[in-house]
């Protein structure tokens, strides 16, 4: 068995409180602070995003986004959707970080850090009930379980892969 000093548990802590803080700090922002629609409006003319985009029709939360509709606005939507599963793995990976220097068994660390993914996706939801533009949604929280799995899945991988190469 390694040891693991103290300073290491604290930084994994640190990590995992810094990513807890930065997707508050996010989902208290208004609508308009982080959309990206100038931007696409500025860089990607609706003709290109209609031409390269496949056929997608998707119904989200009461809404419908449509390539052949608002292509621009299909683009948002998959990208917010993108960084919801991004941000939420990271916050698995540093849960899982965190929880590992305590020794826990893997199936363990696995079942908690998609419990803090749960948790802080929650409580994320509840916290742009109160924020400007922003509405809370159910599915969202499954969107961040969805990313935190796949974090740990490709954690777990990449380990396994790691150790098998060391041999």
Known sequence: ??????????????????????????????????????????????????????????????????????????????????AHMFVYGVLAAAAALALRMYRLPLPAVAGLSLAAVFLVAMLDEWNQRFSQDRTPAFQDVLVDLTGGAISLLLCYGISRLYRRLRR
């Open 1 to 82: 068995m390694t040891y693991k000093p103290i300073w290491s548990r604290f930084v994994a802590l640190a990590l995992l409180g810094a990513v807890v803080a930065a997707i508050f700090a996010l989902s208290s922002q208004p609508f308009k602070a982080q959309t990206i629609q100038p931007f696409l409006q500025k860089n990607l003319s609706v003709q290109t995003a209609e031409r390269v985009l496949p056929h997608l029709d998707i119904r989200y939360d009461g809404h419908e986004y449509r390539s052949d509709a608002n292509p621009l606005g299909l683009i948002e939507f998959l990208f917010r959707k993108g």
